[in-house]
């Protein structure tokens, strides 16, 4: 017993229409990293948000440090010293990163914040991370792997004995992740537990020493992870084998439907390529080389400054997002919060909103068995977890989320669709489901427009890569010639050349 700092048993939580676990054990050992893992709707996110007084569980028996916990409340689980850092960001966009950090808990004197002890504090803390961050910046200024250190920066900041990561590396650049793995590493030595849930499952050996698996609300098992393998890791979690991972078809492509020239907005420079009926053209490049702010202008979400755009051999002028869904242009966005979906409307509105012109009859009034058909058609199609398409978007699973993020397109004819980092956050089985709708797509002669920071899914998904760096192309490479180094060599490219030659124009 003693070994233990957490122990939950027997723990069930319904939701209306969902039993999100049922009979779940859970064990937490002071000074382990242990993985929390399971398909998207398993119940990680709702087990930890019950470790950490969010919700209340339905039964069950829960204990810190041996004590049997009755009441508990989010305050109570911070006096014990468990702290999470949430899935989904929860930052305030309107107040500095170093507010966000402290908030709920700012030293007042006389009532008034103490700003400059305030930033000093956070200042340390991020210091701490070597985060380069100026403690007064309003965190919505902030790129989404920024603001996610800052999430981490303040779960940290409450020196919590128990740290529960709810996917914190989902966001994160290949740097930044090395050092949440460091500070990770440093935290375990100080004897502090961390619960750690993703679905990048090779980066666990980095850092786990047990797993938990959960699947459809039920507990599968724990094991040392050096006891068990990633197959058979997959295997628990979905419960069959997954053969292929990356599933392509080959197709021949067709006539050339999109083509950018010299196209220049914000960052983007003089960027040109073309894409062909069922292609599709995978995005490569280090975090910030400038593919969302691309993919962004092209959707007409941000300002072209210069450049054309040709879709089927006709000009097109895209000066928002409508203009290039009406040309058949359709993007699923990077951050889902904040484009991608309405999360206060159910799956069957946002799905409608996104359809609008296909469900609405001639005097704008919306065919409610149509716009009922395409929820169902995504729902099916992405294997979505619900228990009904009236589900508020805000309750699925993260996962979940994400998969009406690219359903609401899917359903709906396009002529080029761009997939800003798709997978994020998204289960093994789920992105064989996402990449399959790729290879849908691809077969009904649509262009694919596919931005990912995982290099694996770009080499086994794209039929051409194009890679960016500093906001320009700095290489277009055949499926069939592509490798990681090549890759990432051209990733750097820009970069290096400015160092070797001391060129810092841009
Ligand atoms: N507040 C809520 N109201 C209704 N249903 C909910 C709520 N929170 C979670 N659920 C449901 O409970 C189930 C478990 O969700 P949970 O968020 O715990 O999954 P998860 O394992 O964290 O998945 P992911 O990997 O996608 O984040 C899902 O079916 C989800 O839709
Ligand atoms: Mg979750």
């Known amino acids: 017993m003693g070994d233990y700092i957490v122990e939950l048993d027997h723990i069930g939580k319904s939701f209306p229409g969902v039993k999100a676990l049922d009979d779940v054990q859970f064990h937490l050992k002071p000074g382990e990293v242990h993985a929390l893992l399971g398909e998207n709707g398993a119940g990680k996110s709702t087990l930890m948000k019950i470790l950490c007084g969010i919700y209340e569980r339905d039964c069950g028996e829960f204990s810190v440090d041996g004590k049997e916990i009755h009441s508990f409340s989010p305050k109570i689980a ?40 305030l930033n000093d504090k956070a200042k340390q803390v991020l210091h701490k991370l070597k985060l380069n961050i100026d403690p007064t910046t309003m965190v919505g200024k902030l790129p989404i792997s920024k603001q996610q250190m800052v999430e981490i920066a303040k779960a940290l900041s409450t020196n919590a004995r128990i740290l529960i990561m709810d996917e914190p590396t989902s966001a994160l650049t290949e740097n930044e992740i090395k050092e949440l793995f460091r500070i990770i590493r440093e935290l375990k030595a100080e004897g502090k537990a961390i619960v750690y849930i993703s679905h990048r499952l090779e980066e666990l050996k980095e850092i786990v020493d047990r797993i938990t698996i959960l699947r459809d609300g039920k507990y599968v098992t724990t094991r040392n992870f050096t006891d ?18 990356y599933p392509r078809v080959e197709r ?51 300002r072209i400054e210069s450049g054309d755009i040709f879709l089927e051999g006709t000009k097109v002028v895209i000066k928002s997002p409508m203009d290039a869904i009406r040309v058949g242009i359709v993007c699923a966005p990077e951050d889902r919060k904040k484009e991608g979906l309405c999360t206060e409307l159910t799956i069957r509105e946002n799905i409608g909103l996104a359809n609008l012109d296909t469900i609405c009859n001639r005097v704008g009034l919306i065919h409610e068995k149509k716009e009922i058909e395409l929820t169902h ?24 989320q994400q998969k009406i993020v690219v359903g609401k397109w899917l359903v709906r004819k396009a002529r080029v669709v761009i997939f800003d980092e798709p997978t994020r956050g998204i289960d093994v089985a789920a992105k064989v489901e996402i ?33 960016m760096c500093d906001g320009r192309i700095t290489g277009e490479i055949a499926r069939r010639d592509a490798t990681q180094d090549i890759i990432l060599s051209y990733a750097t490219q820009y970069r290096v050349k400015k160092e070797v030659n001391g060129y810092g124009g841009k």
């Open 78 to 117: 911070q006096a014990l010293g468990i702290a999470i850092i949430h899935q989904e960001l929860n930052m305030c966009s309107h107040l500095t990163v170093a507010e966000n950090i402290f908030l709920a808990r700012e030293e007042l004197s006389f009532g008034l914040i103490n700003q400059k002890s």
């Open 228 to 245: 068990t393998s990633i197959p058979e890791i997959i295997s628990f979690m979905v419960g069959r084998e997954i053969k292929e991972k």
């Open 252 to 302: 021949k492509r067709g006539n050339k439907i999109l083509e950018v020239k010299h196209l220049q907005a914000g960052m983007v420079k003089d960027v040109s390529f073309d894409l062909y009926e069922g292609e599709i053209i995978g995005f490569a490049g280090l975090m910030g080389a400038g593919r969302t702010e691309l993919v962004r202008a092209i959707f007409g979400a941000d």
């Open 377 to 400: 058609r995504a729902i099916q199609d992405l294997k979505i977890k619900t228990p009904s398409i009236t589900q508020e978007v805000k309750n699925l699973s993260g996962g979940n």
């Open 435 to 467: 990449y399959n709708l790729m290879n849908q797509l691809k077969e009904e002669g649509i262009g694919v427009i596919f931005v990912s920071s995982e290099l694996p899914e770009i080499l086994g998904m794209s039929d051409k890569i194009i890679v």
